[in-house]
């Protein structure tokens, strides 16, 4: 007699379904805050390698011309076209010490320049949002900037034909140490070279701040701070335009060459209450730290 037949399941019911399912939800949430913090730490840790090598170009350079640093400009912060017409600018000197294109042949014309996510250019940190009206232009009228260089330098010369300078910057000099430096010169070295910055006159290189990560949008700091607003549009700035897209911070380089994270609020918020915007440097305790210095000659507060 042959045993009954009993029919065989060929599907899973409906509550090992949805077990199955709860698991896999399950695991999906446990991995993806992971996941999001693992690429949140490869994007910093990127950015931060371009900052370590503006430091190898940065000291590269300094090198070659008896301890002086490449020229920020000393025209206004936002005329980046007319200091960029200088061959001594710091977007033209450092690139070929770290075999990129010199500023000069990727700013003169809108498609050429390198934007967001474009991660092969040491000018950009690829993982920075992009603003609606980037890469910006700027132009400059065919007047020369105020400048004398020594010829040894690396000047132009003469007076640049009229143009126009398109430029997208995630990383750039800072703007307080160079005018603390000028001040504090002496007079020879101040005519023939002013705004160079020459590394011997900083007392603390390695808490000197050389170049910072500049935002790209607000939307990387919190609501309401002190510094929300400002143009974004500058060849050079101060602790008013640092970033906070890489874990509420953002990247800085000394000037003895080695580079660090800070934390936004850390940076521009701390002795915020001891700056007054019409002071001069030096003797403007402005936002200098022990550990993250903006002008080398002013005091400490903290």
Not at 88 to 110: F, I, K
Not at 231 to 238: E, H, S, T, V, Y
């Amino acid at each position: 007699m042959k045993p009954p037949h009993t029919p065989r399941r060929l599907g899973f019911t409906l509550i090992e379904l949805l077990v199955v399912i709860s698991i896999i939800a399950l695991l999906i949430g446990i991995l993806l805050p992971a996941l999001g913090a693992a690429r949140r730490t490869a994007r910093s840790l990127a950015s931060l390698s371009n900052v370590r090598q503006w430091g190898i170009g940065m000291m590269a350079s300094a090198t070659d011309r008896n301890e002086y640093l490449p020229w920020v400009g000393d025209s206004g912060a936002d005329n980046v076209a007319l200091d960029a017409s200088v061959d001594m600018w710091w977007g033209h000197v450092v690139p070929p010490y770290l075999d990129q294109p010199s500023y000069r042949e990727l700013g003169a014309n809108p498609d050429t320049v390198p934007i967001p996510p474009d991660g092969g250019s040491i000018f950009l940190d690829p993982s920075s949002d992009v603003p609606d009206n980037a890469p910006y232009q700027n132009s400059y009228g065919g007047a020369a900037p105020a400048v004398n260089l020594n010829p040894s330098f690396g000047s132009s010369g003469g007076t640049p034909p009229p143009g126009d300078l398109w430029f997208f910057f995630s990383y750039v000099p800072s703007s307080a140490l160079p005018r603390s430096l000028n001040q504090a010169a002496d007079g020879d070295v101040n005519k023939k070279f002013p705004n160079l910055m020459p590394l011997h006159k900083i007392p603390q290189t390695s808490a000197t701040i050389l170049m910072l990560e500049m935002r790209a949008t607000d939307d990387e700091i919190p609501d309401g701070v002190t510094f929300a607003g400002r143009d974004l549009d500058r060849g050079k700035a101060n602790w008013k335009r640092v970033a906070g897209r890489h874990n509420d911070g953002g990247h800085y380089l000394f000037t003895d060459g080695h580079g660090s994270w800070f934390d936004y609020m850390y940076v521009t918020e701390a002795g915020r209450d001891l700056f007054k915007e019409d002071e001069v440097f030096p003797g403007n305790p402005g936002f200098n730290r022990t550990d993250l210095i903006w002008d080398p000659l002013g005091p400490a507060t903290d």
